[in-house]
């Protein structure tokens, strides 16, 4: 074969890999909404949800304040057992803390835990160095006292278990070097480095690790700051998760989520924003070609994002929360996916 016609080779297959053409192959699932409703208004603001089906019940946590920045933030706790009816069960508050953010997860003896920031604000919008809490619970009713784990200055955004240990990601807030750093611990609550210098590209914030069922660990990056340098990266590791690989998603993505479903494919979720106007999306994360495909607009925006993300019998729930209806408030929307077929 001649040279020239290998270098045409080449070239025509770095065409075919580049984003801008990749972008345009048809994602492998299409979403169809079958419904949304609102779950919660009750406070000024309301907003950062999460959602985990556990013991035969739905469980849904965010946080309810004055405003999106203010210092009486708490996080509430509804529980529901068909997703259509939603009950108070519980309100988490720390004195004179602002908690924000909850995520939920389910320790490996069986309890469910609530991480969330905590920042000592003076004032309701006051820009507050953020640590993060834990608390317990056997029912989702009754917690255990909310307890400072990271002091304010790092924040550990989000956890999940697996194989006995629960792996989060902590960043920066406000003032410390922008590095995302990779935290473990055996019983969720005392935490040690595992990685200190995870990701140092950018100014990376949130971030969720979820495990596939072969060990592989993908980490689902936000970064902030100014385009294009804003882009969420997607990081994968094998055990022992001290090496990581990085790749530009090429697409900003805020409050991320990741979840993965029976039959392999990733499902991404947070707030993408097109031509300044900001929507919670649902998207496909392709971990072989590095791609982040939105297949769904949420009824969204303002401010909104934060979903949680729960896959059970074929549908696809979310809960969010916008304020594209005037409050902010938190919603439920309800997916189903479905193989793309181009039809």
Not at 125 to 147: H, I, L, M, Y
Not at 263 to 274: D, E, M, S, T, Y
Not at 275 to 281: E, Q, S
């Amino acid at each position: 074969m001649s040279r020239r016609i290998v270098a045409a080779l080449l070239a025509l297959a770095g065409f075919i890999s580049s984003p801008e053409v990749r972008a345009q192959t048809p994602p492998p699932l299409k979403a169809e909404l079958i419904e949304v409703r609102k779950i919660a208004d009750d406070a000024p603001h309301n907003a950062f949800t999460d959602l985990i089906y556990w013991r035969d019940q739905f469980v849904c946590a965010f946080r309810q304040g004055r405003g999106h920045v203010s210092t009486d933030g708490r996080i509430a706790i509804l529980t529901s057992v068909d997703g259509d009816q939603w009950e108070r069960a519980a309100a988490l508050t720390i004195p004179d803390l602002d908690l924000r953010d909850a995520s939920l997860s389910v320790t490996p003896d069986g309890r469910l835990m609530l991480i969330g920031g905590v920042a000592p604000r003076k004032a309701d919008g006051d820009s507050s160095a953020t640590g993060t809490f834990v608390a317990f619970s056997e029912n989702a009713r009754v917690w255990t006292k909310p307890q400072v784990i990271v002091e304010p200055g790092r924040w550990l955004w989000r956890v999940t278990w697996h194989d006995g240990k629960a792996y989060g990601v902590s960043y920066a807030t406000p003032d410390n070097h922008p590095v995302a750093s990779l935290l473990v611990s055996d019983d969720g609550v005392k935490f040690t480095e595992l990685v200190r210098k995870l990701l140092t590209e950018g100014y990376p914030t949130e971030a969720v690790i979820r495990f596939a069922a072969d060990g592989t660990a993908y980490c689902l990056q936000r970064r902030d700051g100014s385009p294009p340098t804003n882009s969420a990266f997607l990081g994968v590791s094998q055990s022992p998760y001290e090496e990581w690989t990085w790749h530009d998603l090429h697409e900003f993505l805020g409050g991320p989520n990741l979840l993965q479903l029976p039959k392999g494919q990733w499902i991404a979720a947070g707030r993408i924003v097109r031509d300044g106007v900001p929507t919670t999306d649902v998207a496909i994360l392709d971990v072989a070609s590095k791609q982040l495909q939105p297949i769904l607009s949420l009824p969204s925006g303002g401010d909104t994002s934060y979903p949680g993300l729960v896959y059970r019998d074929g549908v696809l729930w979310v809960s969010y929360y916008s304020s594209h209806e005037g409050k902010t408030s938190i919603y439920l929307a309800k997916v189903r996916l479905a193989p793309n077929r181009g039809d």
